[in-house]
């Protein structure tokens, strides 16, 4: 899992974090009055703590679950529809086809005419948004609270009642495609953001990249668009998510009026069964591109799955190395040694196998060559030398810090849900994770790194400027 | 102005590492305008039916809409106090805002403001033992934060965000940032080529290097022309920092923002624990030398890129300036032209033709002017299509006046937008401090909505009509002209053309 390719800042991992759920255990932080620094300093992270998220879940009969939790900014509710369908169930030889189909929902349906759900949130004030990853779509509204209604009844008829023709089919088509290029071409590091999937696994399908590429876009039909539609979009395959300022029970009741019709299909959700087999060896792979402005390296171990027991450490792992200006990689690699303009440590915490991810962007005209000794070097320190508990409480911190953040809007707290279902297939690990976090020692950090990362079959991924 | 950050709206790709983008060094969002948006297109969902069964049910009762309350007090030595009390979360955003900016870098050094900001957090002086890079960093992040810094043409910042029983502390941090830095020379130099590296990204990528000359091209030499550029970055010293600094340290000139779960009283008490013992000095507030639109003497600028995956296009015409009566319709305006998703540059560029994945606009506004600019990223080959219809909805919409339904929508989009920024902690602080940026009361926030409901589709064709006119706009193109250069000089006679290797956005020419 994943973030968004675009954002511009190694904070992002913070975000990531956040919507992996990040929640706690005790009471409330409230009001502690002034402190002063070296008191604040010395007090560890388990002052801090966040109250469980209080949500309420149902199954319906015809097998879609609904979570809803009050709370969040007044006045605005966001409504959201999670299928556990991503880009790991595009169709062989259609890579890129889940992306492409979550476009094609913002077009008409019996009874909505083309982005009518512009109409429907934008337009008065709201907001709506999707995104593809490897293990899920999400379709994520907000609108003003007495609005609410409006958006149960147009989610229920896309889920039920999709209609595509050929026009809006390419060019649709023609948009993602320019997605594409955007993303991959015309960013400097696109092109090796784009090798991660392919190079991290092997066998599953996450070695497809979730953007695809060009020409499987355009081998993809309409047919296609209304099979995937048929095989997925159903109820028993979705979760409604609703959190802001509304009434539980006429939510409860919308649900049922329009949602509780829909029928679940009798044939079953098909899924690949491909399983990702253990790495035997390494190996290093050379890529070029047209505009690099400093080389890069990427380095590619396989990792836990979203679920194992080993996921909180290896977080805390990430964030040691990785999460801030004090981060291990930074300061060694950017601050002290001036080698690299940034370097990072990465999990892909996916739902079905993992990969880790070093990377380091070049400084000024250092060889791509030079910045794997280091890289390795801080993750073996890491891996095999002390670990001060001061450090470990400040990452810690951060962690909960970037939960309490993205708890202050409806969007943000029914994204924590979703991501609980989809990495965790649990919900009420929303309420688990931070705990599960703070709990990690320091041993753990280094039993994990262990495992996963030293002696560990690693691909090396080279990054420089192709030849004039 | 920001005609890089083109809103994708929508469509969000998941998939691992967003890391490989540009690292800024200088991260924190410049409060201040978000473009708004409108649409017109008919919708031609059945026009008869039954809400509930084929129609959206009937909406219910909207509640009003209030923004919280901005609270603000004096230290007696001057100091500024904020306070928007949000207490649902125990969360708190802490913001110190100076009034001397990048208005101030001499010509040829854009970047002074962005180092001085920067560098202030690279070590200072904590209870009388200094604290170097490493261990500052290391203890805002132990805090749960993130110490942010930013410059903007009118201030200089420092902030983070906390839970709530960090917020002594994460005031105590930040007032040592801006009050107590070392400003070493070592630092200087590890920004200054910490900064070019970052540039080399942003100069690789077409939207990014087309927003940079975009705002070259329409502002001029002046500040708010100038960006931040290696040649720029190599020539600020640290006797132009240090100046800065000095400049920027008064109690008059700060004001302390607290946003999240604290009241004024709590607010004030901090700030004065912190910055009370600041002694108080009298300044004549420092004037900026005054930097109005000088848009480019050529209707378009074509840079060069070899081997671009795309081009960066940007199309312009005149805003006004932020104190300018007219500023709530040219608002409006920027929204109706490329706002939203359903706003006229997207309908016609991304809806219709399928020729990028976004296209805006965004309105910016300065003392001296204002600008309005439509941004999108398309194929080489595409390039001129995209720029001639992004053009042409600009004078349409001096002709076509938004229908009620579009102009409606447009509207409701705006006030979303403010309405959603006051959702967070960060969101709110971002609110306050753009009214200190613009000299502007308080009071504003809360007149803006108002304000916005009070323009009128008509004076919004009018402004446009008035504003837009085919001569007073400019349009750049990054990308690689081997492809796109050809219809792009049919397109408008008299184009000029840049390689991006010989840019140099300081020189007079452009070029070096």
Known sequence: MTSFPDDASRRAWLA?????????????????????????????????????????????????????????????????????????????????????????????????????????????????????????????????????????????????GLQVDEANFRSERAVVQEEYRQRVLANPYGLLFNAISPNAFERHPYRRPVIGSIEDLDAATVDDVRRFHADYYRPDNAVLIVTGDYD????????????????????????????????????????????VPLPAVLLLWQGPRADAAETPAVQVAQALLSAGESSRLNEALVYRQRIAQSAGFESLLLAEAGALVGYAIAAG???????????????????????????????????????????????????????????????????????ELQAVTAADVQRVLRRFVLQQPRVTVHYTQAAA | MTPASVSLHRAALLTGGLWLALHAPLALAQGGATPPPPLPRAVTAPASGVPGIDLPPEPGVPAPFTLPAFEEDRLPNGVRVIVVPRRDLPLVTVRVHQRVGSAFDPAGKAGVAELTAA?????????????????????????????????????????????????????????????????????????????????????????????????????????????????????????????????????????????????????????????????????????????????????????????????????????????????????????????GYSARVNVE?????????????????????????????????????????????????????????????????????????????????AMAIDTVERTRPLADLARAVPELRTVTAAQVRDFAAAAWKPEALRIVVVGDMKVAGEALRAMVPGARLIDAAALDLAAPTMTR
């Open chain 1, 365 to 435: 005209e250092t060889p791509p060559q030079r910045l794997v000794a280091p890289l390795l070097a801080e993750i073996e320190r890491l891996a095999r030398g002390p670990i001060a508990p001061a450090e470990l409480d400040k990452v810690k911190a951060q962690l909960l810090t970037a939960a309490l953040v993205n708890r202050q809007t409806p969007l943000g707290l029914g994204t924590a849900l979703g991501w609980a279902v989809i990495q965790k297939r649990d919900p009420m690990a929303v309420n688990r994770e931070l705990g």
């Open chain 2, 119 to 339: 560098l202030r957090a690279k070590g200072v002086r904590r209870g009388g033992r200094e604290v170097d890079a490493t261990t500052l960093a290391r203890e805002a992040e132990a805090l749960g934060g993130l110490l942010e810094t930013a410059a903007s043409r009118g201030g200089l910042q420092a902030g983070l965000t906390v839970a709530t029983p960090r917020l002594a502390a994460a005031t105590a941090l930040v007032a040592d940032v801006v009050r107590r830095p070392v400003l070493a020379g070592a630092e200087l130099e590890r920004l200054r080529a910490q900064t070019a590296d970052g540039l080399k990204l942003a100069f690789s990528d077409p939207m990014a290097l087309a927003g940079l000359v975009a705002r070259r091209a329409w502002w001029g030499t002046g500040p708010n022309g100038a960006s931040t550029t290696p040649a720029s970055v190599a020539r600020v010293s640290l006797a132009d920092v240090r100046a800065l600094h000095q400049r920027a340290a008064h109690p008059m000139l700060t004001t302390v923002v607290f946003t999240g779960d604290l009241d004024l009283a709590q607010g004030r008490a901090l700030a004065q624990r912190h910055f009370g013992d600041w002694p108080a000095t009298r300044i004549a507030l420092p004037e900026a030398p005054p930097s109005p639109p000088q848009p480019l003497d050529v209707p378009m600028l074509l840079v060069n890129l070899p081997g671009a995956g795309q081009a960066g296009v940007v199309v312009m015409g005149p805003g006004v300036p932020q104190a300018d009566p007219q500023r709530r319709t040219a608002q409006v305006a920027a929204g109706v032209l490329g706002g």
């Open chain 1, 248 to 291: 539980p029970a006429r939510l409860d009741a919308w649900v049922d009026r329009y949602f509780g019709v829909l029928r679940r299909p009798a044939t079953p959700i098909p899924r690949h069964g491909l399983s990702e087999p253990v790495r035997r060896a390494s190996r290093e792979v050379k890529l070029t591109g047209p505009q």
């Open chain 1, 16 to 160: 990531r974090a956040a919507r992996l759920g990040l929640a706690g255990a005790a009471g409330l932080g409230a009001w502690a009055g002034p402190l002063n620094a070296q008191a604040a300093a010395a007090s560890a992270a388990s002052a801090l703590a966040l109250k469980p998220l209080n949500f309420h879940q149902r199954l319906l009969p015809n097998g879609l679950q609904l979570l809803h939790l009050g709370g969040g900014g007044g006045g605005s509710v966001s409504v959201q529809v999670w299928y556990r369908v991503g880009g790991q169930d595009d169709p062989e030889g259609r890579s890129g086809f889940a992306h492409l189909f979550e476009h094609l929902m913002f077009k008409r349906t019996r009874h909505l005419a083309d982005e009518q759900f512009d109409r429907l949130t934008e337009d008065v004030g709201g907001s709506n948004n999707a995104f593809t990853s490897e293990d899920a779509t999400g379709y994520q509204n907000v609108v003003p609270a007495h609005h609410l209604e409006r958006l149960l009844w147009a989610e229920a008829e896309r889920m039920s």
């Open chain 2, 349 to 429: 560029v991304r809806i219709k033709r399928g020729l990028s994945y976004g296209a805006s606009a965004a309105l910016s506004m300065a003392a001296e002017g204002g600008v309005v600019a439509a941004s999108a990223q398309t194929q080489n080959a595409t390039a001129a299509e995209v720029a001639a219809l992004m053009r042409g909805e600009m004078l349409r919409l001096g002709r076509d006046a938004p229908g009620p339904e579009e102009f409606d929508a447009r509207l409701a989009t705006l006030v979303g937008n403010v309405t959603r920024q006051a959702e967070t902690t960060a969101g709110l602080a």
